[in-house]
């Protein structure tokens, strides 16, 4: 038993496709998700202390950069599926879970299982850290829509991708980091030229007017 497993699954990552199913002007891997994700955190991070809170950083970035690693036993599965019913994704997080544990057991030299124990679970927890996580996975799944729009990829898809983002995101809204991405970052976004530029901006809009009615 040794990190051998491990080290070598790493590029198993690189060829579990995201949005499978569905025609992409770009392809995205596991891998590169969760390294943009990994980078994504650590800006919200950032911003999170500037505004006086005080960040975990090992926890983040060992939250990040690990989130999507179970991926490698039962691949990335159509957010819609996925999110079916909670039922189904109990199961499905429960799978990963079981699947993740064992690994760890018989691969994972004694000495180190305790920590990939805890790097392979749930990160998306009620820890700052953990929502730093569920943000920054959204912004970077928002990131991947809008770069589809914006070439005019025809799959409605990926518009449905990108409202279901910015709603989770905005659900966030206290987090002094979502404050920033919604008010700095996103109209440099929806200001760059594109086609249906009108149409995203006015759903951006309508997704907002509830947030921008409450500040």
Do not use: C
Not at 65 to 74: P, T
Not at 109 to 127: H, I, M, N, V, W
Not at 146 to 161: A, H, L, R, S, Y
């Amino acid at each position: 038993m040794g990190m051998h497993q491990y080290l070598q699954s790493l590029s198993n990552l690189e060829t579990i496709q995201r949005a499978p199913g569905f025609f992409k002007y770009q392809n995205h891997s596991v891998a590169a998700h969760s390294f943009k994700v990994a980078e994504t955190a650590q800006f919200l991070g950032d911003v999170e202390e500037n505004a006086g809170q005080t960040v975990n950083w090992r926890a983040l970035y060992e939250k990040a950069l690990n989130h999507d690693y179970n991926e490698r036993f039962i691949g990335d599965i159509k957010t819609p599926v996925k999110y079916a019913t909670p039922t189904l994704r109990t199961m499905l997080a429960d799978v990963e879970h079981e699947l993740s544990q064992n690994f760890v057991h018989n691969e994972i030299p004694a000495e180190f299982q305790a920590a990939y124990s805890r790097r392979l679970s749930e990160g998306k927890d009620d820890t700052l850290e953990g929502q730093i996580l569920s943000v920054a996975d959204k912004i970077d799944l928002l990131y991947e829509s809008f770069g589809e729009i914006q070439k005019g990829n025809p799959e409605v898809v990926f518009t449905d991708i990108y409202r279901e983002s910015l709603k989770t995101i905005v659900s966030f809204k206290r987090m002094a980091s979502v404050q920033y991405f919604l008010k700095a970052v996103l109209p440099e976004m929806l200001a760059e030229p594109f086609t249906n530029q009108d149409h995203l901006q006015a759903l951006t809009k309508q997704i907002l007017r509830p947030t921008q009615q409450s500040d």
